[in-house]
């Protein structure tokens, strides 16, 4: 693909008067007018690249002679030309032709004996780099680290070296500047007649670029200190980009992350060799790839292993996973942008999503979506250590909840007869059904509720009331007894809101199938987060058998709401060691 550049540039800022809006500005010309771009005579940084791209006549120089600070290239190599799969080599090349354009805008000129004339757009035809040579120059950064120019992509031995040094570019950088052709201000008509136009871009079109789909470009935002998104003719800074909160999260300055936050960007993110999924990523996280040994000529699946292994030692946080939620709009919406009505072929978009193709035990969550914290400043951690990881298993000894009398195939029915009847109650109160359970290592019952109403209402909808409840009680009866006669009507207008737990449920399979496997909840990993530490999170795995071996799968997670409350006055010595495939 190829890119198209207008110097004359929209910026866009946070409006000072309305923090959650924006405003646009129009850069006519240098760019004081812009947030300040790049800083000028910054102190040479303690860390330089081993080359650097000088910007005025395009020659690569030793970095360790540049004495000012530098400018990193982040990018989606699709846009960097036609890309093509070279089979004698086998692996894909870029075939310049020089499409890349530059378009500079219209001017208004004197025009003799006296009026103006105004002159036509010109464009310019360039090849990439002159592409990237023009927005230095728009924005000031005289020197560049650009991967394809500073690294010799034919020397092997320079290539994994500067591989394992580029989390510390990034991060020595005082700004990485991401291309994102897709994103543009387009021209809105208003209704106001004094503003009859405005311009307007969409920082959430950065989701749906080339740039986000990328494995290196996601090591590359992170490392980063600060990005400048740079469109066809629009930038603007980090604190602009809206998006979801796991984006916000992700350009969360100081760095806030753990492995359960970088899996869940990074499986959905695609690379044109497998390899550089292990190389990019363990970069992130400090010791990863000195312990790694792999290179591009390991077999894949036993280096993939192999690696999440070395980072499920790092951080447990791996086991925080589920069902798919988001992935589910990021893959389709890109090329089917908020249509609800999907064509046969996409039925199963499940299966495209990139890390499938691996296979990777269920512990690494490849079968699933990882789990991010809503509050941006929080993230799911544990004290939980007595684990290790052996090939494609993971021994963990833990506490656990799992029911005794569980049978596969025994399932959960209610009936009419076994919902109690609701108290008379005035209009304005809010009632609970819930029912009392207990653990063996209770002393006595909890309080889980089911299924709220208002109070004072003519009519309930029992059908829906019994499919609700019944959906919610088999999964809950992998993990305590369940007594249909324990059920009761609460009044949650009057009860105290500390005393009832509620499970939500997030798994890889569905639990509301009666004859699905028994399920255990693994009580003794518990995550917690630091916005609210009433909130337990607890790995859920499921037993499996082949032959005569048993072993189990990681199939997600359990929230529990109220959990202090939920294992109050609960002691149990019984732990397990799981062996999870």
């Given at each position: 693909?190829?890119?198209?550049?207008?110097?004359?540039?929209?910026?866009?800022?946070?409006?000072?008067?309305?923090?959650?809006?924006?405003?646009?500005?129009?850069?006519?010309?240098?760019?004081?007018?812009?947030?300040?771009?790049?800083?000028?005579?910054?102190?040479?940084?303690?860390?330089?690249?081993?080359?650097?791209?000088?910007?005025?006549?395009?020659?690569?120089?030793?970095g360790?002679?540049?004495?000012?600070?530098?400018?990193?290239?982040?990018?989606?190599?699709?846009?960097?030309?036609?890309?093509?799969?070279?089979?004698?080599?086998?692996?894909?090349?870029?075939?310049?032709?020089?499409?890349?354009?530059?378009?500079?805008?219209?001017k208004?000129?004197?025009?003799?004996?006296?009026?103006?004339?105004?002159?036509?757009?010109?464009t310019?035809?360039?090849?990439?780099?002159?592409?990237?040579?023009?927005?230095?120059?728009?924005?000031?950064?005289?020197?560049?680290?650009?991967?394809?120019?500073?690294?010799?992509?034919?020397?092997?031995?320079?290539?994994?070296?500067?591989?394992?040094?580029?989390?510390?570019?990034?991060?020595?950088?005082?700004?990485?500047?991401?291309?994102?052709?897709?994103?543009?201000?387009?021209k809105?008509?208003?209704?106001?007649?004094?503003?009859?136009?405005?311009?307007?871009?969409?920082?959430?079109?950065?989701?749906?670029?080339?740039?986000f789909?990328?494995?290196?470009?996601?090591?590359?935002?992170?490392?980063?200190?600060?990005?400048?998104?740079?469109?066809?003719?629009?930038?603007?800074?980090?604190?602009?980009?809206k998006?979801?909160?796991?984006?916000?999260?992700?350009?969360?300055?100081?760095?806030?992350?753990?492995?359960a936050?970088?899996?869940?960007?990074?499986?959905?993110?695609?690379?044109?060799?497998?390899?550089?999924?292990?190389?990019?990523?363990?970069?992130?996280?400090?010791?990863?790839?000195?312990?790694?040994?792999?290179?591009?000529?390991?077999?894949?699946?036993?280096?993939?292993?192999?690696?999440?292994?070395?980072?499920?030692?790092?951080?447990?946080?791996?086991?925080?996973?589920?069902?798919?939620?988001?992935?589910?709009?990021?893959?389709?919406?890109?090329?089917?942008?908020?249509?609800?009505v999907?064509?046969?072929?996409l039925m199963?978009?499940?299966?495209?999503?990139?890390?499938?193709?691996?296979?990777?035990?269920?512990?690494?969550?490849?079968?699933g979506?990882?789990?991010?914290?809503?509050d941006?400043?929080?993230?799911?951690?544990?004290?939980?250590?007595?684990?290790?990881?052996?090939?494609?298993?993971?021994?963990?000894?833990?506490?656990?909840?799992?029911?005794?009398?569980?049978?596969?195939?025994?399932?959960?029915?209610?009936?009419?007869?076994?919902?109690?009847?609701?108290?008379?109650?005035?209009?304005?109160?809010?009632?609970?059904?819930?029912?009392?359970?207990?653990?063996?290592?209770?002393?006595?019952?909890?309080?889980?509720?089911?299924?709220?109403v208002?109070?004072?209402?003519?009519?309930?909808?029992?059908?829906?009331?019994?499919?609700?409840v019944?959906?919610?009680?088999?999964?809950?009866s992998?993990?305590?007894?369940?007594?249909?006669?324990?059920?009761?009507?609460?009044?949650?207008?009057?009860?105290?809101?500390?005393?009832?737990s509620?499970?939500?449920?997030?798994?890889?399979?569905d639990?509301?199938?009666?004859?699905?496997?028994?399920?255990?909840?693994?009580?003794?990993?518990?995550?917690?987060?630091?916005?609210?530490?009433?909130?337990?999170?607890?790995?859920?795995?499921?037993?499996?058998?082949?032959?005569?071996?048993?072993?189990?799968?990681?199939?997600?997670?359990?929230?529990?709401?109220?959990?202090?409350?939920?294992?109050?006055?609960?002691?149990?010595?019984?732990?397990?060691?799981?062996?999870?495939?």
């Amino acid at each position: 693909m190829y890119v198209t550049y207008e110097p004359r540039q929209f910026f866009q800022i946070q409006h000072r008067n309305h923090p959650g809006g924006n405003e646009f500005f129009r850069c006519n010309g240098p760019y004081d007018r812009a947030p300040k771009p790049v800083p000028n005579g910054l102190p040479k940084p303690d860390f330089m690249p081993s080359k650097l791209l000088r910007t005025s006549d395009m020659k690569i120089v030793d970095g360790s002679t540049v004495n000012e600070g530098y400018c990193a290239l982040s990018y989606s190599w699709s846009w960097c030309g036609n890309n093509v799969m070279d089979t004698t080599k086998g692996k894909a090349v870029r075939v310049e032709e020089g499409k890349h354009k530059i378009i500079w805008p219209t001017k208004i000129v004197p025009k003799r004996p006296r009026g103006r004339k105004r002159l036509a757009r010109t464009t310019k035809f360039v090849e990439f780099e002159g592409i990237i040579q023009q927005i230095c120059k728009d924005f000031n950064v005289k020197y560049i680290w650009y991967d394809q120019w500073c690294i010799d992509q034919n020397n092997k031995e320079e290539k994994i070296r500067e591989i394992k040094r580029m989390h510390k570019i990034y991060s020595n950088a005082y700004c990485s500047v991401a291309m994102i052709p897709e994103l543009r201000a387009k021209k809105i008509k208003e209704r106001n007649p004094r503003f009859p136009f405005r311009h307007y871009a969409d920082p959430d079109a950065i989701a749906s670029s080339d740039w986000f789909s990328r494995v290196w470009t996601l090591e590359e935002a992170i490392m980063s200190k600060k990005i400048l998104f740079v469109g066809r003719n629009v930038h603007f800074w980090e604190d602009v980009a809206k998006g979801d909160s796991d984006f916000r999260a992700l350009l969360k300055r100081p760095a806030r992350l753990n492995v359960a936050m970088v899996l869940y960007h990074a499986h959905r993110r695609e690379t044109t060799k497998e390899h550089d999924r292990m190389f990019a990523l363990g970069n992130i996280f400090p010791g990863i790839l000195d312990n790694l040994h792999a290179n591009y000529h390991s077999p894949i699946e036993e280096a993939m292993i192999h690696f999440y292994g070395l980072l499920a030692k790092k951080d447990i946080s791996i086991l925080c996973f589920g069902e798919y939620e988001h992935y589910r709009f990021a893959i389709l919406e890109r090329e089917y942008w908020y249509k609800t009505v999907l064509p046969p072929s996409l039925m199963h978009w499940y299966n495209d999503v990139p890390i499938r193709k691996h296979n990777l035990p269920s512990w690494t969550g490849v079968s699933g979506e990882h789990r991010f914290c809503v509050d941006i400043d929080s993230l799911w951690k544990t004290s939980f250590k007595n684990y290790d990881i052996n090939g494609r298993s993971m021994e963990i000894t833990s506490s656990f909840v799992s029911s005794t009398s569980y049978k596969e195939g025994k399932g959960i029915t209610l009936q009419y007869k076994d919902v109690p009847p609701l108290p008379t109650s005035n209009e304005d109160e809010w009632w609970n059904l819930a029912i009392k359970v207990q653990l063996s290592g209770h002393t006595k019952s909890k309080v889980l509720p089911l299924f709220n109403v208002l109070g004072g209402l003519d009519e309930i909808d029992y059908d829906e009331l019994i499919e609700s409840v019944t959906e919610k009680l088999q999964p809950l009866s992998h993990f305590f007894p369940i007594d249909k006669k324990r059920l009761f009507w609460r009044n949650s207008s009057k009860a105290p809101t500390n005393e009832y737990s509620r499970f939500v449920f997030n798994l890889t399979k569905d639990l509301s199938n009666p004859s699905s496997p028994q399920c255990t909840l693994l009580s003794g990993v518990a995550f917690e987060q630091k916005s609210d530490e009433n909130l337990g999170l607890y790995p859920v795995i499921q037993k499996e058998q082949e032959g005569d071996h048993y072993y189990y799968r990681a199939i997600g997670t359990c929230e529990i709401d109220n959990a202090p409350y939920f294992f109050s006055d609960y002691s149990s010595s019984l732990e397990k060691t799981f062996i999870i495939q």
